[in-house]
Nanobody, 118 residues
């Protein structure tokens, strides 16, 4: 059984920082691409960042230079460090694990709210 548990969301002022965490149960973490998506009310769920099992990263243009994704394989945890937050970053942030396998099964976290407001 695979479960993703997120933490770290909250309310922050523009220009502030938050760090999201996502812990993954089971044995899939080390062979999974880990990523973050976000969804604002009335909007599509958008890609934010991902990191492969080998440590290769990719970011949406809107967050490049501000967000950093990382992973700790020993802790089965992926992080999203968010700096210089903007109001447009306000969204529910979802953690995803995608197995690097033939089936490429996906597992999603429950989402955590990030609100950037004065």
């Amino acid at each position: 059984q695979v479960q993703l548990v997120e933490s770290g969301g909250g309310l922050v002022q523009p220009g502030g920082s938050l760090r999201l965490s996502c812990t993954v149960s089971g044995s899939i973490f080390s062979r999974s691409v880990m990523g973050w998506y976000r969804q604002a009310p009335g909007k599509q769920r958008d890609f934010v960042a991902h990191i492969t099992s080998g440590g290769s990263t990719n970011y949406a243009d809107s967050v490049k230079g501000r967000f950093t994704i990382s992973r700790d394989n020993a802790k089965n945890t992926v992080y999203l460090q968010m700096n210089t937050l903007k109001p447009e970053d306000t969204a529910v942030y979802f953690c995803i694990a995608r197995e690097e396998s033939f089936l490429k099964l996906e597992y999603w976290g429950q989402g955590t709210q990030v609100t950037v407001s004065s």
